[in-house]
């Protein structure tokens, strides 16, 4: 069943036609026609307010307005039939929407709120209060997440210099990688010059594959002894 708010309008057009109505609808029409807050508290806004969000608000069902409508259609007096009709009625009034009930935070999740603000504000408070300065953020994640040392503090941080450093030796090693395959592609490329197509260019990839295989492990071992 549809409910419609009852408005101060549709009250005093209800409450006007009361008295003519027949006994069984009058009863249904005045078990909604409840004083209103208002009315009570004209003087006293502050109690006023109070109220309004501690009441339920007033109701009034839509087949209560149809058999109103009906009514006063068929006994009703020409002014009472186009005030009763049942546009204008719904013209006073608005489908009620039931407030939502308010969200209660468990136990639970008001400890591991409070938890998460403790450990930020033991953050920020040390952070205010210690005399070294605070490490530069790292630009590019450099160090292995499967270290274990990184983690428990054995390896030294790096600065930005050095990081920007390492990654300009890790690029000039690509670099030269790449040209010492393309070298070499293109030198046995001319030197097969009597061979078919497909033979030049598999001896090609291959002489390509196999410096690059060689000087791959060459920068791995040189990396690896930088960073022992």
């Known amino acids: 069943m549809v409910l419609l708010e009852l408005t101060d309008e549709l009250r005093d057009r209800l409450d006007a036609l009361s008295p003519r109505l027949p006994l069984e609808l009058r009863q249904r029409v005045a078990a909604h026609l409840v004083p209103s807050h208002a009315d009570h508290d004209h003087h006293q806004p502050t109690r006023r307010s109070e109220t309004a969000r501690s009441q339920p608000a007033e109701t009034v069902p839509h087949p209560l307005l149809v058999d109103v409508s009906i009514w006063a259609k068929s006994h009703g007096t020409p002014e009472q039939r186009d005030h009763y009709r049942l546009a204008n009625l719904l013209r006073l009034t608005d489908v009620h929407a039931p407030p939502l009930p308010e969200r209660v935070k468990s136990p639970e999740l008001l400890a591991i709120l409070a938890d998460i603000q403790l450990r930020q504000d033991r953050v920020a408070y040390s952070s205010m209060t210690s005399l070294a300065p ?95």
Do not use: Q
Not at 163 to 178: F, M, S, T, Y
Not at 181 to 206: F, I, K
């Open 134 to 228: 605070a490490p530069h953020p790292s630009l590019i994640p450099l160090h292995d997440p499967h270290d274990d040392s990184a983690h428990n503090g054995g390896g030294r941080t790096k600065s930005v210099a050095e990081e920007w450093a390492e990654i300009r030796r890790e690029l000039g090693a690509i670099v030269n990688v790449g040209a010492s395959m393309l070298a070499v592609g293109t030198a046995v490329w001319w030197v097969g010059g009597g061979r078919s197509y497909a033979a030049r260019l598999c001896l090609a990839l291959s002489g390509a594959v196999a410096i690059a295989a060689i000087e791959g492990f060459l920068y791995y071992r040189f990396f690896a002894a930088l960073s022992a």
